[in-house]
């Protein structure tokens, strides 16, 4: 065999792959993506995805609302609901392959960033709103293109698509040249058959690294993809990826399906050349996998495995895929262990005929030493499993961090000024229905525009929250249990007035008619919840993960419950914030933010009823006093004491216009500065005391933010006896 021969055809064989690969990648990027035609079929076909169809739904919309006039957040539902109506009309589809064409421009012809923006979007838009509420159509802006995506033109995706287009013309010459080095690298092999085998490993191997590198630029694309409105990180990050596979998927299929044949083609060359009875083979796995006579080891083992996917199943589909990859990472281990101890022990490569048929005198026969290796593997394989799962029960996920040291705190709150403030000389900013958000989907007649958990992030520590009962019906929407909370839907119109009971009927029906089969939750609400809910466990479960990534920060909650204590308990339990509550002193000062901090304890829970039996549940109005909200508006009764007595330590300001829907644009008259400091102004003046909390409506459109820093500042001036009594 002439060495040289077999080094010039394992040269060739690797050139073959590589030009091959190459050609492939610059053949796909000139027939899908450098002409504008499949390209436009590329974002039309992203379109019928539902993640990119709920992220370009969500970017128009928020498009809509911050352009058009501040009253349409109250409508955001109907906006939304008539936005992915028309995402799956030919007229959008439309508008979209004109865009697409417009970014295939920048994208292979300019070095900018790719921008895809929908322009023409009103002329399909306001005939749909027209349809249902012409009020709410002549709302909309006479300019809106909502910026579905942006590609910049510095990332590594960007670079590989331009640079292959740049290389596109040469995908034919670089495929032949790859079928040439092929041919060449057949012929000089002295072996052939291990030339095929060669062959067939490169391929795999090849097509192996050219996904490795498609899934980095992937990555790398989804990585990069930014939060639009009230999609989570996640969220964006699956119409990224959704997005990315609609133009490259196919180029991923014909990698694999490269690897997949190199590997057929070296097994099936290997198994030819090995004579392997496959039928015996088989029925050997089947024997290691279900047989009854295995050795009891052999049986304990397998009977944990089968345990462990058990168990793994009941955990739900996450923990199994992360098990079956340690799995396998362990069984393969063990396999090529296995597998170099049998090279070094097997003496000879090759052997004649005769002994492949016959063996070695006195050696033992090959069938039980191949069924032991089979089973030692599998009940490794089976081990592994076990310990992953044991590893996953064991754990659990991360509990609550260790609280930091006094003296390693730095700030609280935000400000190092505050850290060693008592409860009742801080001021918290907060908001009022902190649920009732319109970026959140099924939200109607919303009090906020942002979610809580963007609320948290822009510095928001107080949540006012309203527990109820609700049972989830046949259409999927949530039936609010009036019964069980005890109340009728004549006691909700007086309370939210008729408009708001009939609002709800035209969505979900009568109020009274809740689904017997269905299963009771407790549920986020504004007193109905056919006009909005969340469920409060999700709710308490981002709360979790703040407190967790922000470990100086302390959060009241304020509940205005219709549901049992124990119910509400429960929910704050599951959720996992048990380690966080804290149990405020009845008699006596107030703890300070570090303090509270510094005991782990740093989430204060507030009842507007008695509480419950836990003893962080704690009824409201033994520690604070808050302020008439009918009266705001009325001058010289800016700070009228509602309930709690003047002992309580801390004063809740509310402030919001106390109206059905909630009117943005008057919420945001009344959310200014210097409305806001006359309002606590008139507090030191009535109740000898500046507020500790401040709750207001769309705190995005005001200043609350500000108010509450400039407060804290400053200072709160020591409270005045008797000036309220």
Request: aromatic share 4%; with cysteine.
């Amino acid at each position: 065999m002439d060495p040289m021969r077999v080094r010039a055809s394992i040269a060739l064989t690797v050139l073959a792959v590589v030009l091959g690969l190459t050609g492939m990648g610059a053949g796909y990027v000139s027939w899908r993506l450098a002409e504008p035609e499949p390209f436009a079929d590329s974002a039309v076909a992203a379109l019928q995805s539902r993640e990119v169809r709920v992220a370009v739904s969500e970017q128009v919309t928020l498009a809509l609302l911050e352009r058009g006039s501040p009253d349409l957040v109250a409508w955001r539902p109907l906006v939304l609901s008539a936005v992915e109506a028309v995402l799956e009309t030919d007229r959008f589809e439309r508008v979209l392959r004109r865009s697409a064409f417009a970014a295939h421009e920048v994208l292979f012809e300019g070095q900018r960033d790719v921008v895809l923006e929908l322009e023409q979007t009103r002329d399909v838009l306001v005939p749909a709103i027209e349809a249902v509420a012409p009020e709410v159509a002549r709302e909309i802006p006479e300019e809106i293109s909502p910026r579905v995506a942006e590609v910049r033109s510095s990332t590594a995706a960007t670079t590989v698509v331009r640079a292959a287009d740049s290389a596109s013309a040469a995908a034919i010459p670089l495929l032949l040249a790859a079928l040439a080095a092929l041919v060449a690298a057949l012929w000089l092999a002295p072996d052939r058959r291990r030339a095929v085998v060669r062959v067939g490993v490169a391929l795999a191997a090849g097509g192996a690294l050219a996904l490795v590198a498609l899934a980095a630029l992937r990555a790398q694309v989804v990585g990069r993809a930014e939060v639009v409105g009230v999609l989570s990180e996640q969220d964006a990050r699956a119409a990224a990826g959704a997005a990315w596979d609609a133009f490259m998927g196919d180029l991923q299929g014909w990698v694999l399906a490269a690897g997949l044949a190199g590997l057929a083609l070296a097994g099936g060359m290997l198994i030819a050349e090995a004579r392997v009875d496959r039928a015996k083979a088989l029925r050997d796995a089947v024997g290691v996998v279900a047989g009854g006579t295995l050795p009891r080891w052999a049986h304990l083992l397998r009977g944990l495995g089968l345990a462990a996917v058990g168990a793994l199943i009941l955990l739900g589909v996450e923990p199994l895929l992360g098990a079956a990859v340690v799995t396998l990472g362990g069984l393969l281990a063990v396999l090529g262990l296995a597998e170099a101890l049998s090279v070094g022990a097997a003496g000879p490569a090759r052997r004649s005929g005769s002994e492949r048929g016959a063996g070695a005198p006195g050696a033992a026969p090959r069938g039980p030493r191949r069924r032991r290796v089979l089973l030692a593997a599998g009940g490794s394989a089976a081990a592994v499993a076990a310990v992953a799962v044991a590893l996953l029960l064991a754990t659990g996920g991360p509990g609550a961090p260790d609280p930091p040291a006094p003296e390693a705190i730095a700030a609280c709150n935000g400000s190092p000024a505050l850290c060693d403030r008592r409860l009742d000389e801080v001021v918290f900013a907060g908001t009022h229905n902190s649920m009732s958000a319109a970026d959140r989907p099924g939200w109607f007649f919303a009090n906020q525009r942002r979610p809580i958990p963007r609320q948290l992030a822009d510095g928001i520590r107080l949540l006012m929250i309203d527990p109820h009962y609700g049972v989830v019906d046949a259409q999927g929407r949530v039936r609010t249990d009036l019964a069980r909370e005890g109340t009728t839907r004549n006691r909700v119109a007086g309370e939210l007035g008729v408009d708001a009971v009939r609002a709800a009927e035209r969505l979900a029906g009568r109020l009274d008619l809740v689904p017997a089969d269905g299963d009771r939750e407790v549920f986020l609400c504004h007193t109905l919840c056919e006009l909005g809910a969340e469920r409060m466990g999700s709710t308490l479960t981002e709360l979790r993960g703040f407190l967790e990534r922000n470990p100086t920060e302390v959060v009241v909650v304020y509940l205005e419950s219709s549901v049992d204590p124990a119910d509400v308990e429960a929910e704050f339990e599951d959720a996992g914030l048990e380690p966080y509550l804290a149990e405020l002193p009845r008699d006596g000062e107030l703890p300070t933010l570090r303090e509270l901090i510094a005991s782990g304890e740093r989430l204060i829970v507030l009842d507007e009823d008695d509480g419950g039996d836990a003893p962080w549940y704690q009824p409201a109005f033994l520690f604070l006093r808050d302020t008439r909200i009918d009266t705001l508006l009325e001058p010289g009764t800016a700070c009228e004491p509602a309930r709690g007595t003047p002992e309580s330590p801390l004063l809740l300001l509310n402030h919001w216009v106390d109206r059905f829907p909630p009117p943005p644009s008057a919420n945001r008259a009344v959310a200014g500065r210097e409305t806001l400091l006359r309002r606590v102004r008139a507090c030191r003046d009535r109740l000898g005391r500046t507020p500790n909390m401040i709750a207001v409506d769309f705190y995005g459109s005001g200043d609350l933010l500000a108010v509450v820093d400039e407060l804290n500042r400053a200072g709160l001036r020591p409270r005045s006896k008797g000036a309220d009594e």
